[in-house]
């Protein structure tokens, strides 16, 4: 059995920072990329950040420039730095990660975390 636990939501003015984190923990053989994806009411699921198990990343346009994707690959754990957050970026954020178990290789999710921008 393989989970992703998130942490590190909530409420932030405009301008703020948060830093969103994500473990893995279970039957894991190997993680491949890890990611982060939000969405907010009424609208899809969207990435916002991948990260593959050799340290390249891709950022979703709107957020180039204000969010910082990074893991441990020893931990197991991918985060998510967030500067600069806009009261458009509030949505549930979830952790996203392709997990090989040594048996099969599936992508799991963690169970989002809230994410509130405004004054």
């Known amino acids: 059995q393989v989970q992703l636990v998130e942490s590190g939501g909530g409420l932030v003015q405009p301008g703020g920072s948060l830093r969103l984190s994500c473990a893995a923990s279970?039957?894991?053989?190997?993680?491949?990329?890890m990611g982060w994806y939000r969405q907010a009411p009424g609208k899809q699921r969207e990435l916002v950040a991948v990260i593959t198990r050799g340290g390249s990343t891709n950022y979703a346009d709107s957020v180039k420039g204000r969010f910082t994707i990074s893991r441990d690959n020893a931990k197991n754990t991918v985060s998510l730095q967030m500067n600069s957050l806009k009261p458009e970026d509030t949505a549930v954020y979830y952790c996203?990660?392709?997990?090989?178990?040594?048996?099969?290789?599936?992508?799991?999710w963690g169970q989002g975390t809230q994410v509130t921008v405004s004054s």
């Open positions: 279970g039957s894991i053989f190997s993680i491949n990329a």
């Open positions: 996203n990660a392709q997990i090989d178990t040594g048996i099969y290789h599936s992508n799991y």
